[in-house]
């Protein structure tokens, strides 16, 4: 065994004896909402599929004409050649659905985070972020060198305090959070946070992952906490509800045009292939016209926690934190018996102590889907939270 085989073999043991070695099991999604594996069907709330969209046909359809006409890779940065005309027509779509003046788009809603924070802030800066921000948000903030500070979640209060204290001694400053949070699904206090921005100079920059063609009609998180909320800097991801892949970044004309010329996660990468810029355009479209379909999703999570007897739902996500992994995992597996697959989430993609299941509700899901998870939830899996 070579010294690094023995290191990897060495880690998964260690990481394996705390019950958070990962391993990836195959998924054949047969839908938005039912998933195979292992030979067994389950109903899948697990999938950030929100609407659905990644089996739509019309999104399917609009993806397989873009291969036909352009190809299936990009072929290029889009600084060089790989800059297809669909770019611009999703970009000018994003743009004026989240109320921006301009848009720029990246290979993934991760690739947007590293891509987009070096470029406004270095090592004489200054980032505040809430503590339970996406970890891209944190690669981000590591890249571009600027000084980091975490604030409470959700505490206004506490991120003012830091800013009191440090933002004197810095040149910018960036203030970060999640619009809606990805393994909590609470809503940012983003009227608050913009507030606190503009008595602070600093700059708000929120993503929107889970919030487009969800909340705020759609709009995302930003519309969702009133319309006239500035917010400097609104990034997202193609890859949830628009059942695409891919990232963005809606801003100001002239901050669009400095991040197309200086973010590295854009300049030096490949461009997005045109049918996921294609299948987000189809999916723009049907957000905007199917309003019934995008209030789903969120009346499903109301639904099912008012079953369960859990706090009301914020968001299409719905946490029930059982704190040890293992707990966790048995939680996973009392669920699969069940025919319900709701994946055990633990650290460090949430903080040590919480690891808990992370139940992701769609428009899809039946009455009948939502009710039989609930009877389990309550008789199984919150007396499991009790014992612990
Ligand atoms: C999923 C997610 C991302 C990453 O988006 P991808 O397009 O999947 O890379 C970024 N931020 C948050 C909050 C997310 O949940």
Same mark, same amino acid.
């Given at each position: 065994?070579?010294s690094?085989?023995?290191f990897?073999?060495?880690?998964?043991?260690e990481?394996?004896?705390?019950?958070?070695?990962r $391993?990836?099991?195959?998924?054949?999604?047969?839908?938005?909402?039912?998933?195979?594996?292992g030979?067994?069907?389950?109903?899948s709330?697990?999938?950030?599929?929100y609407?659905?969209?990644?089996?739509? *046909?019309?999104?399917?359809?609009?993806?397989?004409?873009?291969?036909?006409?352009?190809?299936?890779?990009?072929?290029?940065?889009?600084?060089v050649?790989?800059?297809?005309?669909?770019?611009?027509e999703?970009?000018?779509r994003?743009?004026?659905?989240?109320?921006?003046?301009?848009?720029?788009?990246?290979?993934?809603?991760?690739?947007?985070?590293?891509?987009?924070? *070096?470029v406004?802030?270095?090592?004489?800066?200054l $980032?505040?972020a809430?503590?339970?921000?996406?970890?891209?948000?944190?690669?981000?903030? !590591?890249?571009?060198?600027?000084?980091?500070?975490?604030?409470? @979640?959700?505490?206004?209060?506490?991120?003012? !305090?830091?800013l009191?204290?440090?933002?004197? %001694?810095?040149? @910018?400053?960036?203030?970060?959070?999640?619009?809606?949070?990805?393994?909590?699904?609470d809503?940012?206090?983003?009227?608050e946070?913009?507030?606190?921005? =503009?008595?602070h100079?600093?700059?708000?920059?929120?993503?929107?992952?889970? %919030?487009?063609?969800?909340v705020?009609?759609?709009?995302?998180?930003?519309?969702?906490?009133?319309?006239?909320?500035?917010?400097?800097? !609104?990034?997202g991801t193609?890859?949830?509800?628009?059942? =695409?892949?891919?990232?963005?970044?809606?801003?100001?004309?002239?901050?669009?045009?400095?991040?197309r010329?200086?973010?590295?996660?854009?300049?030096?990468?490949?461009?997005?292939?045109?049918?996921?810029a294609?299948?987000? $355009?189809?999916?723009l479209?049907?957000?905007?016209?199917?309003?019934e379909?995008?209030?789903?999703?969120?009346?499903?999570?109301?639904?099912?926690? =008012?079953?369960a007897?859990?706090?009301?739902?914020?968001?299409?996500?719905?946490?029930?934190?059982?704190?040890?992994?293992?707990?966790?995992?048995?939680?996973?597996?009392?669920l699969?018996?069940?025919?319900?697959?709701?994946?055990?989430?633990?650290?460090?993609?949430?903080?040590?102590?919480?690891?808990?299941?992370?139940?992701?509700f769609?428009?899809?899901h039946?009455?009948?889907?939502?009710?039989?998870?609930?009877?389990?939830?309550?008789?199984q899996?919150?007396?499991? !939270?009790? =014992?612990?």
């Amino acid at each position: 065994m070579t010294s690094l085989d023995g290191f990897a073999a060495n880690k998964l043991r260690e990481l394996e004896q705390k019950h958070i070695r990962r $391993i990836l099991v195959d998924t054949f999604r047969e839908d938005g909402v039912h998933v195979t594996r292992g030979g067994r069907q389950f109903t899948s709330f697990s999938c950030n599929d929100y609407l659905n969209l990644t089996h739509h *046909p019309a999104v399917k359809q609009a993806a397989i004409d873009a291969i036909v006409r352009h190809g299936a890779g990009a072929g290029a940065s889009r600084l060089v050649t790989g800059n297809h005309p669909l770019y611009s027509e999703l970009e000018a779509r994003l743009a004026a659905f989240k109320g921006a003046e301009a848009a720029c788009v990246f290979g993934s809603g991760y690739l947007a985070n590293a891509g987009i924070i *070096p470029v406004l802030v270095g090592p004489d800066d200054l $980032i505040l972020a809430d503590e339970l921000s996406h970890s891209c948000l944190w690669a981000g903030a !590591q890249l571009s060198r600027a000084k980091v500070l975490m604030f409470r @979640h959700n505490s206004v209060e506490h991120a003012e !305090q830091l800013l009191a204290q440090a933002r004197a %001694g810095h040149g @910018h400053a960036l203030i970060l959070t999640d619009g809606i949070f990805s393994m909590d699904g609470d809503r940012a206090p983003l009227a608050e946070l913009s507030a606190l921005a =503009s008595r602070h100079d600093a700059w708000l920059m929120s993503d929107d992952a889970h %919030g487009l063609g969800v909340v705020g009609s759609g709009q995302g998180s930003a519309h969702a906490a009133g319309t006239r909320v500035p917010i400097d800097l !609104q990034m997202g991801t193609l890859s949830k509800a628009l059942g =695409s892949c891919g990232g963005y970044l809606c801003a100001s004309q002239p901050v669009i045009d400095l991040v197309r010329t200086r973010a590295r996660t854009l300049v030096y990468s490949t461009g997005l292939p045109p049918a996921s810029a294609a299948a987000a $355009i189809s999916a723009l479209d049907i957000i905007a016209q199917e309003p019934e379909l995008v209030a789903r999703p969120l009346a499903n999570a109301q639904a099912f926690a =008012s079953l369960a007897g859990l706090p009301a739902a914020e968001s299409p996500i719905v946490p029930v934190v059982l704190g040890d992994e293992v707990l966790a995992l048995r939680a996973q597996q009392v669920l699969e018996a069940e025919a319900l697959l709701v994946t055990a989430i633990r650290p460090p993609t949430v903080p040590p102590g919480t690891a808990r299941l992370r139940i992701a509700f769609t428009a899809g899901h039946s009455h009948h889907d939502i009710e039989r998870l609930a009877r389990v939830v309550r008789r199984q899996i919150l007396p499991m !939270q009790v =014992s612990a």
